[in-house]
């Protein structure tokens, strides 16, 4: 997948998974800006889970994948609580 912020900004938080039915929880978190005025791109490899929050109110993100949507299952859900390093 790819991450284009077309609005404001974004902090994406990311957590490669090592096993998806039961990850480990003290994975290392990566955290990235991604900002509209420096027309920023970031391409999140297979494998990680994402936790996106928009830095301003009226942000918005452009999401771009390979794939068509319901093409592949890649819909898990973790709480914000179940990795020790906080997303």
Sequence with gaps: ??????QGGFIIA???ID?????????PCIKIQIESK??????????YVSCIQA???DSK???MADYLLGEIKDDYR??????????
Excluded at 1 to 6: D, H, K, T
């Design 55 to 57: 830095i301003r109110e």
């Design 19 to 27: 096993n998806w039915e039961f990850p480990s929880i003290n994975l």
């Design 1 to 6: 997948r790819w991450f284009s912020a077309v």
């Design 78 to 87: 973790f709480n914000l609580d179940y990795f020790e390093n906080k997303i």
């Design 14 to 16: 990311l957590i490669k």
């Design 38 to 47: 420096t027309l920023d791109v970031l391409h999140i490899p297979k494998g």
């Design 61 to 63: 993100l452009l999401v």
